[in-house]
């Protein structure tokens, strides 16, 4: 199958614009690339839920801090072209950083205070900042009937879809599951940087997610005592650091004191030096959630 590449804003609102005046649904998905299953099955997603299927691949400068990877971020897009050439994607989008932030930097942002400066964005000072203008100008950009998003990064889908639902972008969201290696461990680009004796520390943030959620199963449903499961579980591993381990509303992303089956514990921790994050809902039914249509939100 072509897969079409263009690196140009105004060359994929041309193809998006052919592909809708010949009756096309348009679906994107973006990420920073290093593609991995998790990734392709968004795309999965997007092919089912659409006719013509845009990837982007940038990485994104504003949602990095000083101190953070950027330079270092695992690229390879050879490899991630051909991954998407066989899974069906049909446009590619890859721009530079000149082609997004013409003036090096935006004048105006999209920022949401209440949602964005907690859990993640607590350690991350203008992380969800950086992420929500660009979602903004992918939006803006590729105009998409449905855009596609992981459940990993739990409060990013949480911010997309309110800032879609109050600047009311007229776009579908969909959260895709987390999908897992074999032994729990929730996929993400950043696993690379990891040892193997890391990796083997990493998988206590599913196993801590785990044995919370065996323990709402059982019949607990004080929070602090499922946080307290995780976090325990987590603080085995001596290269493991823990940043936060909450039990929120998966709306709000408010903490809260009871738990219900829709709730979601989520996780951040440091394993070395790589910052990883995973969740669960606590119920233990991400994927009928998935499936059921509870993560599609229409402005």
């Known amino acids: 199958m072509l897969l079409a590449t263009v690196e140009r804003r105004a060359v994929l609102s041309e193809a998006v614009a052919s592909a809708r005046a010949q009756g096309a649904r348009v679906a994107l998905v973006p990420t920073m690339g290093f593609l991995h299953e998790g ?37 390879d897009l050879d490899r991630d072209l051909d991954l998407l050439r066989r899974r069906g994607a049909d446009l590619v989008f890859v721009p530079d950083v ?39 100008k992918l939006l803006h950009v590729a105009a998409p009937d449905v855009a596609v998003f992981g459940r990993k990064d739990l409060q990013q889908l949480v911010l997309v879809r309110r800032m879609v639902r109050d600047l009311d972008f007229g776009v579908r969201i969909i959260a895709g599951a987390i999908v897992r290696d074999a032994d729990g461990l929730a996929l993400s680009s950043r696993n690379v940087y990891l040892t193997a004796a890391q990796r083997e520390q990493a998988l206590l943030l599913s196993r801590g997610l785990v044995a919370a959620r065996d323990a709402f199963a059982a019949g607990e449903r004080d929070a602090a005592r499922l946080v307290g499961t995780a976090r325990g579980m987590l603080e085995r591993g001596t290269d493991v650091r823990v940043d936060y381990v909450e039990l929120i509303d998966t709306t709000t992303l408010d903490a809260v004191a009871r738990a219900s089956p829709q709730d979601a514990l989520a996780v951040a921790a440091w394993v070395g030096r790589t910052r990883l994050i995973d969740n669960i809902t606590i119920g233990g039914h991400d994927v009928e959630q998935v499936e059921n249509g509870e993560e599609d939100e229409r402005s």
Request: with cysteine; glycine share 6%; hydrophobic share 45%.
């Open 39 to 75: 990734h392709l099955s968004l795309v999965d997603r997007a092919r089912a839920a659409a006719d013509y299927t845009v990837v982007s691949i940038f990485v994104n400068p504003l949602q990095f801090g000083p101190h953070e990877d950027l330079a270092t971020y695992p690229r």
């Open 98 to 136: 000149a082609e997004m932030y013409p003036a090096r930097e935006p004048g105006v942002y999209v920022h949401a205070p209440a949602l964005a400066d907690r859990l993640c964005g607590a350690s991350r000072p203008g992380h969800f900042q950086g992420v929500l203008t660009v979602v903004a």
